[in-house]
T-cell receptor, first 113, second 114 residues
Framework: EPEVTQTPSHQVTQMGQEVILRCVPISNHLYFYWYRQILGQKVEFLVSFYNNEISEKSEIFDDQFSVERPDGSNFTLKIRSTKLEDSAMYFC???????????FGPGTRLTVT | AQSVTQLGSHVSVSEGALVLLRCNYSSSVPPYLFWYVQYPNQGLQLLLKYTTGATLVKGINGFEAEFKKSETSFHLTKPSAHMSDAAEYFCAVSDASGTYKYIFGTGTRLKVLA
């Protein structure tokens, strides 16, 4: 069964560094998302991406964040100048159509020290 | 704006007992509703969904949920709990149009007692 993959599974970085989280969505899906889950808190929407552009972003998704679909298969989340509070599990998700539901990757645990 | 409330951050049931996890939503437009399960150190797995049509929906692993518009609820049930059901369960709502982004509840951790 097709699945969403994410790399790396765990990334440790120092405060102020840039990180890129990578995702490979399911191949025929059209909608792409990033969510994050700070330890002990609920899963929060960050950004949605459709037709090669951001379709919606949350208040969390400020100028520190950017997304890209560089080659038609990968979907990346870049976090510039990381802060301690960026430590979280980041989930990528994709969907064929909204009503069919989103399929989530296993997540990348980001630890900022 | 949409929101989801999951009553009970922790629920314990005995093996073989009924599982009931509560989810209430708020939405100004017709919602799509989803339940996901998260096992330790894993991602979110889709259990079941309601979009349109039949209000009682069946999912994987013997779970089902009923959409009750009058009560704005989408509670998750399973007639007989199994040890392998121990996990965290998330209810989510999305728009029936637009970006279909999810708004998640805070999750319910299910513990199954032998």
């Amino acid at each position: 069964e097709p699945e969403v993959t994410q790399t790396p599974s765990h990334q440790v970085t120092q405060m102020g560094q840039e990180v890129i989280l990578r995702c490979v969505p399911i191949s025929n899906h059209l909608y792409f998302y990033w969510y994050r889950q700070i330890l002990g808190q609920k899963v929060e929407f960050l950004v949605s991406f459709y037709n090669n552009e951001i379709s919606e972003k949350s208040e969390i998704f400020d100028d520190q964040f950017s997304v890209e679909r560089p080659d038609g298969s990968n979907f990346t989340l870049k976090i510039r100048s990381t802060k301690l509070e960026d430590s979280a599990m980041y989930f990528c998700a994709s969907s064929e159509k909204g009503r069919k539901g989103q399929y989530f990757g296993p997540g990348t645990r980001l630890t900022v020290t | 704006a949409q929101s989801v409330t999951q009553l009970g951050s922790h629920v314990s049931v005995s093996e073989g007992a009924l599982v009931l996890l509560r989810c209430n939503y708020s939405s100004s437009v017709p919602p799509y509703l989803f339940w996901y399960v998260q096992y330790p150190n894993q991602g979110l797995q889709l259990l079941l969904k309601y979009t349109t049509g039949a209000t009682l929906v069946k999912g994987i692993n013997g779970f089902e949920a009923e959409f009750k518009k009058s009560e704005t609820s989408f509670h998750l049930t399973k007639p007989s709990a199994h040890m392998s059901d121990a996990a965290e369960y998330f209810c989510a709502v999305s728009d029936a149009s637009g970006t279909y982004k999810y708004i998640f509840g805070t999750g319910t951790r299910l513990k199954v007692l032998a």
